[in-house]
């Protein structure tokens, strides 16, 4: 067994049981799991909503403070603050983004295939 850097990997927990990980190959099924430390905007695609619409996806701020934004469902723009230790999950079919106020860093896991960008914020 060979350890592997989470922040350099994308972990993907197939729907038949299989763990993997790494930063190649193709989601065809199962979910996936992205540990990312993001110091700027840049690295969290800052002003790009995503939307995933085959399923929920869970934005979790394991260190630092971020905000997420969502969108639609009438309710107008929803901002949510996470700080280190927090969650939430983004209902699937919903626009969202998230915005940094501090480097940080933050877990995603979604189900595949991969989210569709929106236009900008």
């Known amino acids: ?3 592997f850097d989470l922040l350099m990997s994308i972990v993907r927990l197939s729907a038949s049981g299989e763990i993997h990980a790494g930063r190649g190959g193709v989601d065809r099924d199962g979910w996936r799991l992205h540990v990312l430390h993001a110091k700027t905007a840049t690295d969290v695609h800052g002003g790009h909503w995503a939307l995933h619409p085959e399923a929920d996806e869970l ?5 630092g403070k971020i905000r997420l934004y969502l969108r639609g469902e009438g309710r107008g723009e929803e901002e ?3 700080c280190a230790g927090t969650a939430a999950i983004v209902p ?3 626009c969202h983004r998230i915005a940094l106020d501090i480097p940080s ?3 995603t896991a979604t189900l595949r295939p991969a989210d569709r960008p929106d236009r900008p914020a």
Do not use: N
């Open 80 to 82: 949510v603050k996470l």
């Open 1 to 3: 067994m060979t350890p």
């Open 59 to 63: 934005v979790s701020c394991i260190v």
């Open 92 to 94: 699937r079919g919903r």
């Open 105 to 107: 860093t933050i877990l």
